[in-house]
């Protein structure tokens, strides 16, 4: 009974994390199709640092996902 209802959380978590992947991944896109419009240098900054930081989140997630795999 606790082995199911560990893999029922692990499912969940994994979903979650995909999901969460997913939604980073397109803000990535959204912050560099803006930095390729961007005339002005402080917003050509922001979205540099904006992309940057998703890009951290993103492997920080995909490392997660990884792990949550391997284990099993």
């Given amino acids: 009974m606790k082995r199911k209802k560990k893999n029922v959380i692990l499912e969940r978590e994994k979903k979650l994390l995909a999901k969460e992947v997913t939604k980073v991944q397109e803000e990535m896109a959204a912050a560099l199709n803006s930095f390729s419009d961007a005339t002005e240098a402080e917003l050509v900054d922001y979205y540099t640092y904006y992309y940057k930081a998703h890009e951290v989140k993103h492997s920080y997630l ?11």
């Fill in 62 to 72: 995909i490392k997660k996902l990884k792990q949550i795999y391997y284990k099993n």
